[in-house]
Nanobody
C-alpha cells in the first residue's frame, strides 16, 4: 500500500506559478512511476504529466507542454509538478498517482489504468 499526499495548491492569478508536491509513504518510492492528473468540475479526470520509475522518461499533455515540469526526488519520496504561466483553464483538482508498472511507455503512463494508488487531490484555482 502506498499513501500519497499532495500539497501546494491554492488560488493564483493567470500568469503566476505554483509547485505541487506529492509525498509518498513507501521507501520503495523509486520503484513507482508517478503521474499527475486533474479534474475540473463536470469534466472527466485527465492526464497532465508523468515520470517513469527511473526518471528517464517524462510525458506531458499537449495543453501543458512547455509550461509544466514533472520531476522526482527519490531521496525524499516526493514527486513535483512545477506549473508556470498558469491559465484559467488549468483550474482543477490535481491528483498524483503511483503505479507499479515498469513500463515507460506514454500509452501506459498517460492513462489512469497505469496507476495503482491515488492521493486525495489539491485544488488549484487560477483567476483571470
Amino acid at each position: 500500500q502506498v499513501q500519497l499526499v499532495e500539497s501546494g495548491g491554492g488560488l493564483v492569478q493567470a500568469g503566476d506559478s505554483l509547485r505541487l508536491s506529492c509525498a509518498a509513504s513507501r521507501r520503495t518510492f523509486s520503484n513507482y512511476a508517478m503521474g499527475w492528473f486533474r479534474q475540473a468540475p463536470g469534466k472527466e479526470r485527465e492526464f497532465v504529466a508523468a515520470i517513469s520509475w527511473s526518471g528517464g522518461n517524462t510525458y506531458y499533455a499537449d495543453s501543458v507542454k512547455g509550461r509544466f515540469t514533472v520531476s522526482r526526488d527519490n531521496a525524499k519520496n516526493t514527486v513535483f509538478l512545477q506549473m508556470n504561466s498558469l491559465k484559467s483553464e488549468d483550474t482543477a483538482v490535481y491528483y498524483c498517482a503511483a503505479g507499479s508498472t515498469r513500463s515507460a511507455l506514454r500509452v501506459v503512463l498517460s492513462t489512469t489504468r497505469g496507476y495503482d494508488y491515488w492521493g486525495q487531490g489539491t485544488q488549484v484555482t487560477v483567476s483571470s
